[in-house]
């Protein structure tokens, strides 16, 4: 999304052993980052070289097909709760079944969970037709496939003990203690920084799990409210999110109240 520039107001260095007018204050518009100075190396230029700056750069990508790509993602991708020691060469194995793995991990959270991606949104829904519904004894079953799956070994190839385990991928900040030594043993401000930076930012395999809750809610809403979208907003999606802060969605019905449009217009027709 593209933001509105900073204006900042600077005052040029004045030299005392000339007695040139005083400039007035200069007011610049910052539209990329950056620091002033870089703004006035660039205009001290000559003016036969070019330097290439973030102005200069046009994103390849709009945040709305960012958006898109991501929920299509989401939706070729399953929840699995794995057991605690698993194979993971025969977990793969076992999921290529039904159509090549583009990409997993694996995180902790109460249990080892693993997140798969597949290449195409047909291995989904062919896993999926293989796997069993829990008795739900007298509750309500609401009408949907959930991708959020347990897994459970039955006969493995080897026993348990010989298996190495997995290794997760953090999902969580460091801790306060762990931040502030880092913080400390830091030789300079900007390192401070950059390593707040890369202890703390989304990392993409976080993104692509908040993207896959939203994902496996709107199963659940798309069983009432037909056409519906469960879309994320707020620091998950502006880039100033961090690892472990909350995940805001609001639910987009503007498809639901489209199916119910047309589907009044056939009814009048009909009549």
């Known amino acids: 999304m593209a933001t509105r520039g900073v204006w900042l107001l600077t005052r040029l260095p004045l030299c005392s052993q000339t007695r040139s007018p005083v400039q007035c204050p200069a007011l610049r518009r910052l539209s990329c980052a950056g620091t002033v100075a870089a703004g006035l190396r660039r205009e001290e230029q000559p ?142 401000v900007d390192d401070q920084l950059s390593t707040l930076l890369k202890e703390l930012q989304l990392t993409e395999e976080n993104t692509r799990l908040r993207y896959l809750i939203c994902s496996l809610i709107e199963d659940i809403a798309t069983a009432y409210f037909p056409g519906c979208t469960i879309r994320p907003f707020g620091s998950s999606v502006n880039t100033f999110g961090k690892l472990g802060c909350d995940l805001d969605m609001f639910i987009d019905l503007h498809e639901t109240r489209k199916l119910r449009t047309h589907k009044k217009e056939l009814q009048l027709r009909r009549s």
């Open 47 to 188: 003016s036969g070289s070019v330097e290439t700056g973030c102005q200069d750069k046009t994103p390849t990508k709009t945040f709305y097909e960012e958006q898109d790509e991501r929920r299509e993602q989401a939706q070729r991708t399953v929840l699995v709760h794995c057991p605690s020691k698993i194979s993971e060469k025969e977990f793969l194995k076992h999921l290529s079944q039904h159509g090549p793995v583009h990409s997993h991990f694996f995180y902790e959270s109460f249990g080892l969970y693993a997140v798969v991606e597949f290449c195409q949104k047909d291995s989904v829904d062919s896993l999926l037709n293989v796997t069993q519904i829990p008795a739900m004894g007298m509750e309500a079953v609401i009408p949907f496939r959930s991708r959020f799956l347990n897994l459970k070994l039955k006969s493995p190839s080897r026993p348990v003990s010989e298996m190495s385990p997995i290794q997760p991928s953090n999902q969580l900040p460091p801790s306060n203690r762990k931040l502030s030594e880092l913080l400390y043993s830091a030789e300079s």
